[in-house]
């Protein structure tokens, strides 16, 4: 029986591409601005277009990752596995938290609807 496991938020995933198709359009209306363009409302256009298409593209892939806890160790998509006592650091970045291997690997858990919870369920198993 795994000790934990977490999974991607639908929520917290569509709400950080709200966000960052935000910040693309801003970006993108800036750029086309400084270039002199008169049609600086397309940088709008051009920036959430990118982001709607790659939020759905890769919305198969994100809603199925999975991290699960279980004998001493950290399992996640594609395989990836991190031993609990190997983990030098656990912290969030906006809706994801990092891990940090003693060894200096790095592994994301992605759009995580609350990640304080999710790093102390990992501290917790550490102990």
């Known amino acids: 029986m795994p000790d934990a496991i977490f999974i991607t938020d639908r929520s917290t995933y569509v709400q950080s591409h709200i966000r960052l198709a935000a910040i693309c359009m801003a970006v993108a209306m800036a750029v086309l601005w400084l270039m002199g363009d008169p049609n600086i409302w397309t940088g709008a256009i051009a920036g959430l277009?990118?982001?709607a298409?790659?939020?759905f593209y890769l919305a198969s892939e994100e809603m199925a990752a999975k991290w699960v806890i279980e004998d001493g160790q950290l399992t996640g998509p594609r395989g990836r596995q991190v031993?609990?006592?190997?983990?030098?650091?656990v912290r969030s970045m906006g809706s994801f938290v990092q891990i940090i291997t003693r060894s200096g690997d790095k592994h994301?858990?992605?759009?995580q609807a609350n990640p304080a919870d999710t790093i102390a369920a990992i501290e917790r198993a550490r102990q």
């Open 83 to 89: 031993q609990l006592d190997q983990i030098e650091k």
């Open 53 to 55: 298409l790659r939020g």
């Open 49 to 51: 277009g990118a982001i």
């Open 108 to 111: 994301l858990i992605k759009y």
